[in-house]
């Protein structure tokens, strides 16, 4: 009887390979085949009957599916952006302080150690319509002889999603570009003042472009880090009312685990997959051609 | 003779109740209960069953319904059935067809029959006894400010402009006009409503009940876009255009209603008897002192509202030893059990226990008052259609309802979309 006998490097690799196949592959493949079914998950045998593509075509032609999707987009957009500009703001500041930075450092950091959750049920305190901090301000200061209804009007109720989301998140873009700050050599900016260029030049044409690097790398780390506001839209506003602040991660999650339609949950997870793959693929194309224009190669 | 068979009588007892103490003994009950301070109090009990049985129980999970309806739709998804016994709700007994058992043949029809007929007629599925309910019943009644209608310049204002006087309303028309009246916002509501998830759904359905409509067909179909239905839901879009309900009224739940009567700027408001003490007390309530109860209004039909769930405990289809385990369920929803869990507010499912906590309330008017009111309303209750699809129709149907209260679509418009959705909704799970 021969043993069978493994190359080492596999032997090695094997435990990776088994525990990854075990909490990712297996769960990924089981996640797609059920997308092909009408699972219930109180109907288990619904499990073994398969209704492709059913699934996927009710959700690619569901109007509040892409109404979802697009808004999605939108508070992706508005929300990196606004917290990549603040946090570079917030570093930029920082940087500048000779007395109490790392204070300063570690206050900034703060609200990363609230939990989304705390975080959602804070905000919808603040934009309560009738006992919330803000109308109530607003009316005390004359500003507002009425109650606005922040997590009622469409807009609004994204933009206090957005606040909530910025407030909690934006010291990360601060922390990572900080880094970036402290990482840039000093000879070019001492050259950029030698030749007479304005603080704005050098901080547009040298401090900037080294900064790219790190932008791009918080913007990819928070693309796929952002469906964590998940928890503060669920307590805020569940994605209503009537749908206006609705998003990919509400109503996955509430046709899968209320509904407990998980196979057209899944389906609908497959599709908006590719809105992470998309984000994270540009950032990272983005993030290789500004190493590129530094010289750091690819 | 006679001391003869009075000794045979003794033994026989005496050696019945020791038959019925070790009844089920080396039995182990597990279960998963709702937990919770309204709902713990009862546990305390479990031991006296476990004295009186000789079994044991050993909870193995204690959470809020929502959390316990997951973890029961995860349990017969990954098939891990093997527990005993399980809190359970009328809202959402119908979610778990192949969970529960019957109990008809578990507990005697004499027992069953010392329930409020309602409440069993609410836990029986298809024919099937599925639930024995505990004192934690829900209904809503008509919480308002007294101090309202004992103002004269309120009443001669409101008698000019409706032209009938003022008075606690017993129609939801009146309640309209009585909110629209009462409101000055941003700093007082006439009244406000549920306005999101099953909850708003709750609410229009027995409006539509009240105006005379259904929910669904008989076969499963929706039946709420109808005249009936248009009716209910104008009531909610005509107040919210009003200003007679505070503006963010579509995302408020239970504790922001209960907590915004207790401020003291809402004037009326349809709740549960869970907050009638809250309401009443100086340290949380600001009109503590100033609250009537009334019983739920009527509708357009003559009929009053009444959507109505209660609390119970189920025993699975696969559990190992049924007959203890309905014995516990038994047990806990016994008159005794129902004694305990009542005397903290929450109201009985036993015709017996309503006759004793009435008579415990004599000497106190506002409790005498906060069960007459519910009492009345009990007595015409009406729990959720019996379908296992009742919360997922719920989720297509809350959003085109916020739809037409926030003006988005007509009511017309809203309850056509949302027709469409439940009907597609059924027909997928081949209801018909």
Redesign the interface.
């Known amino acids: 009887m021969t043993r069978v006998k493994l190359p080492p490097w596999l032997v090695l690799l094997l435990p990776a390979f088994i525990i990854i196949a075990a909490v990712v592959l297996v769960p990924l493949l089981l996640s797609l085949y059920s997308s092909f079914t009408p699972y219930h998950l109180t109907r288990p045998d619904t499990l073994w009957k398969v209704n492709f593509p059913f699934n996927y075509q009710k959700a690619l032609t569901d109007a509040n599916f892409w109404a979802a999707f697009g808004r999605t987009v939108l508070l992706l957009t508005v929300a990196l952006n606004l917290e990549m500009l603040l946090g570079l703001g917030l570093a930029l500041m920082v940087s500048k302080v000779t007395q109490g930075q790392r204070l300063l450092r570690t206050a900034m950091m703060f609200p990363m150690m609230f939990s989304p959750i705390l975080v959602g049920f804070q905000f919808k305190f603040i934009f309560n319509d009738n006992v919330g901090l803000v109308n109530n301000a607003l009316q005390s200061l004359g500003l507002a002889d009425r109650a606005i209804p922040w997590l009622v009007d469409g807009n609004l109720a994204l933009f206090a999603i957005i606040c909530a989301e910025v407030w909690t998140s934006t010291s990360v873009f601060a922390i990572l570009i900080l880094a970036g700050l402290y990482a840039i050599p000093q000879d070019p900016l001492e050259a950029a003042k030698v030749d007479g260029c304005s603080p704005w030049q050098s901080f547009r044409f040298v401090t900037l472009p080294f900064l790219m690097p790190f932008i791009y790398i918080a913007m990819a780390i928070r693309s796929l880090d952002v469906a964590r506001a998940y928890d503060i839209v669920q307590v805020m506003t569940n994605g209503g009312p009537a749908r206006r602040t609705e998003l990919l991660w509400t109503l996955i999650g509430r046709t899968g685990y209320v509904d407990a339609r998980m196979g057209y949950a899944n389906a609908m997870g497959y599709v908006a997959i590719l809105l992470s793959i998309a984000f994270t693929v540009y950032f990272f194309l983005k993030l290789q051609r500004a190493r590129r224009d530094l010289g750091m190669g690819d | 003779m006679a001391r003869f068979a009075s000794a045979s009588v003794l033994a026989i007892v005496a050696a019945g109740s020791a038959a019925a103490q070790d009844q089920f003994a080396g039995t182990t009950i597990e279960a998963k209960l709702i937990g919770g301070q309204q709902y713990e109090a009862l546990y305390s009990r479990i031991a006296d069953w476990e004295a009186a049985t000789g079994g044991k129980v050993s909870i193995i999970s204690q959470k809020n319904h929502f959390e316990l309806d997951?973890e029961?739709?995860?349990d017969?998804?990954a098939?891990t059935v093997g527990w005993c016994v399980g809190s359970n709700h009328s809202s959402f007994a119908s979610?778990?067809?192949?969970?529960f058992t019957d109990l008809t043949p578990l507990v005697p029809a004499e027992t069953v029959g010392e329930f409020v007929p309602g409440n069993i007629a609410a836990a029986t599925l298809d024919g099937r006894l599925v639930m024995l309910p505990r004192a934690q019943f829900d209904v809503s009644a008509l919480y308002y400010q007294k101090s309202l209608y004992e103002d004269a310049g309120k009443a001669k204002a409101f008698a000019a402009k409706y032209g009938y006087d003022l008075a606690v309303p017993e129609t939801w028309a009146q309640v309209r006009d009585q909110a629209e009246f009462f409101a000055a916002?941003?700093n007082f509501y006439g009244t406000q409503f549920a306005?999101?998830?099953e909850a708003i759904v709750g609410r229009f359905y027995e409006l539509l009940v009240a105006e005379g409509g259904t929910f669904l067909n008989e076969d499963g179909s929706p039946a709420f876009n109808s005249p009936e239905g248009a009716k209910a839901l104008q009531w909610f879009v005509d107040l919210y255009k009003a200003g007679a309900v505070?503006?963010?009224t579509?995302?408020y739940l239970w504790d922001d209603l209960g907590n915004?009567f207790a401020?003291g700027?809402v004037a009326l408001n349809l709740d549960w008897p869970g907050w009638s003490g809250f309401f009443n007390d100086p340290k949380s309530s600001k009109v503590a002192g100033n609250v009537g109860v009334a019983p739920a209004p009527k509708g357009g039909a003559g009929v009053r509202s009444g959507w109505s769930g209660f609390h119970g405990f189920s025993v699975t289809e696969t559990c190992p030893d049924k007959e203890a385990a309905a014995s516990l369920v038994a047990f806990l929803t016994n008159e005794d059990s129902q004694k305990l869990e009542a005397a903290a507010g929450p109201l009985p499912s036993r015709t017996a226990v309503w006759d004793h906590v009435i008579a415990q309330a004599k000497d106190d008017p506002y409790r005498s008052e906060v069960l007459a009111a519910f009492q009345e309303t009990a007595a015409t209750a009406f729990a959720v259609p019996p379908t296992?699809y009742w919360?997922?129709a719920t989720?297509l149907v809350?959003?085109?309802l916020?739809?037409a209260?926030?003006g988005?679509k007509t009511a017309e418009q809203a309850l056509a979309d949302a027709s469409d959705a439940v009907d597609e909704l059924m027909q997928?799970n081949g209801v018909y």
């Open positions: 997951k029961y739709k995860a017969i998804a098939g979610q778990y067809p192949t969970l916002p941003p306005g999101k998830d505070p503006p963010g579509t995302n915004g401020s700027t296992p919360i997922e989720n809350y959003p085109e916020q739809a209260i926030l988005d997928e």
